[in-house]
């Protein structure tokens, strides 16, 4: 079945260490995006990229890094420069970015700094 | 920037009951989007309606959109238990006639359905 991979599902960062969520799909869609969700609220863009060796700050881009060297994988890096990094992370994509389709969903990535 | 803005925050109905929920954004739009969200769960796409358009159905899912007053609302019918989620409006903004396909969610409806 086609779907989009988050891994791992739940993660932990120490004070002052980088992470990286992975995000991989199988459905052959162009576009991909990042968004982080905090408890009770709606979901923030962090990065988009519509095809592949480009990116584009969403309006949370702040702290975090991505790469999109396959079509398939678009990892988000968590650096230490984000200040509260706690967060719900769901990776999304969609097939052509400007013909207007719905998203495809991860299961999410739950980050926690201890 | 949150563009829509759903109503209410929370729901709650008897198993059976229809529900509505309400979505207002700010710009113009080139589609919007109904999506669900179980606990802990990825989004789901629910329904896609695009700025042409009024009115649209999807199995017990009826969507409305009224570009004049820059507002949707999401009708779900004969509620079911299984129904209970977070329901979340987002918005497609028109950029120039064409669409980045930059999503812009609501904070979203708990809907709670009591069996």
């Known amino acids: 079945d086609g779907g989009i991979t988050q891994s791992p599902k739940y993660l932990f960062r120490k004070e002052g260490q980088n992470v990286t969520l992975s995000c991989e799909q199988n459905l052959n869609h162009d576009a991909m995006y990042w968004y982080r969700q905090d408890p009770g609220q709606g979901l923030r863009l962090i990065y988009y990229s519509q095809i592949v060796n480009d990116f584009q700050k969403g309006d949370i881009a702040e702290g975090y890094s991505v790469s999109r060297e396959k079509k398939e994988s678009f990892p988000l890096t968590v650096t230490s420069a984000q200040k509260n990094p706690t967060a719900f992370y769901l990776c999304?994509?969609?097939?052509?970015?400007?013909?207007?389709?719905?998203?495809?969903f991860g299961s999410g990535t739950r980050l926690t700094v201890v | 920037s949150q563009q829509g803005e759903e109503d209410p925050q929370a729901l709650s109905i008897q198993e059976g009951e229809n529900a509505t929920m309400n979505c207002s954004y700010k710009?113009?739009?080139?589609?919007l989007q109904w999506y669900r969200q179980n606990s802990g769960r990825g989004l789901v796409h629910l329904i896609l309606?695009?700025?042409?358009?009024r009115e649209k159905h999807s199995g017990r899912l009826r969507v409305t959109l009224d570009t004049s007053k820059k507002s949707s609302s999401l009708l779900i019918t004969a509620s079911r238990a299984a129904d209970t989620a977070s329901y979340f409006c987002?918005?497609?903004?028109?950029?120039?006639?064409?669409?980045?396909?930059?999503?812009?969610f609501g904070q979203g409806t708990i809907l709670t359905v009591h069996p």
């Open positions: 999304a994509s969609t097939p052509r970015f400007n013909l207007g389709y719905g998203y495809t």
């Open positions: 987002a918005t497609d903004p028109d950029a120039g006639g064409t669409s980045y396909g930059k999503l812009t």
């Open positions: 309606i695009r700025s042409n358009e």
């Open positions: 710009t113009s739009i080139n589609n």
